[in-house]
Nanobody, 127 residues
Framework: VQLQASGGGLVQAGDSLRLSCAASGRTFSRYTMGWFRQAPGKEREFVAAISWSVRSTDYANSVKGRFTISRDNAKNTVYLQMNSLKPEDTAVYYC?????????????????????WGQGTQVTVSS
């Protein structure tokens, strides 16, 4: 599957952004989708995931209550609504599609569960 992320930008602390990730190439609706981020000098970290059925979501503790992941299977698109942004949210954000064998559970927080990655979109939050 090919993934194209968009929606990043430069904002001030407290602002909001919505990231989008358009998918093509395989049956999008059958797979768990996730968002990860990587800040300069840091390892990639899990942000959020959503099950193929839309019934289940999971978030990193650092973004719970501020970020919301959603998907529109008819549009082959997954979204990440980011509110109350903080300078520590500054990173390149990547969307990813899980392996077909990935089951919903703790493994959706691991990068190894995903085998398709978008190119990343930069989010910069100034204080």
């Amino acid at each position: 599957v090919q993934l194209q992320a968009s929606g990043g930008g430069l904002v001030q602390a407290g602002d909001s952004l919505r990231l989008s990730c358009a998918a093509s190439g395989r049956t999008f609706s059958r797979y768990t989708m996730g968002w990860f981020r990587q800040a300069p000098g840091k390892e990639r970290e899990f942000v959020a995931a959503i099950s193929w059925s839309v019934r289940s979501t999971d978030y990193a503790n650092s973004v719970k209550g501020r970020f919301t992941i959603s998907r529109d299977n008819a549009k082959n698109t997954v979204y990440l609504q980011m509110n109350s942004l903080k300078p520590e949210d500054t990173a390149v954000y990547y969307c990813a599609a899980a392996r077909q064998t990935t089951s919903w559970g703790p493994e959706v927080k691991r990068g190894a569960a995903y085998n398709s990655w978008g190119q990343g979109t930069q989010v910069t939050v100034s204080s």
